[in-house]
């Protein structure tokens, strides 16, 4: 089965960075829609970051500026940079995949089929 597998977590400063990757097996990179999700302790998961195979992104407001999100197919691994990191980014980070759609014209968490185990960031002030 598809298996996704996050890793590039870990414990930064605040104003730090970090570069999370995604590496896929039985599943191509850059075949459907693909995004970056997180969830806080006691907070309901929220999408972070998306990517369309034709690679056109989208980001939340809380992220923009500060983040990219990135397809490699060569490698067939998604990635997300973040900087600027702030204490309110400290979450279980989460890459997810659609198993039909190429764009990502719906970004619910439930629209996305596959998920990864997910990789913890935690940041300090």
């Known amino acids: 089965q598809v298996q996704l597998v996050e890793t590039g977590g870990g414990s930064v400063q605040a104003g730090g960075s970090l570069r999370l990757s995604c590496a896929a097996s039985?599943?191509?990179?850059?075949?459907?829609?693909m995004g970056w999700f997180r969830q806080a302790p006691g907070k309901e998961r929220e999408g972070v970051a998306y990517i369309a195979s034709n690679g056109g992104a989208t980001y939340a407001d809380s992220v923009k500026g500060r983040a990219t999100i990135s397809q490699d197919n060569g490698k067939n691994t998604l990635y997300l940079q973040m900087g600027s990191l702030k204490a309110d980014d400290t979450a279980m980070y989460y890459c997810a995949a659609k198993s039909l759609y190429r764009a990502c014209y719906y970004t619910s968490a439930s629209s996305f089929a596959y998920w990864g185990q997910g990789t913890q960031v935690t940041v300090s002030s």
């Open positions: 039985r599943y191509t990179v850059g075949n459907t829609c």
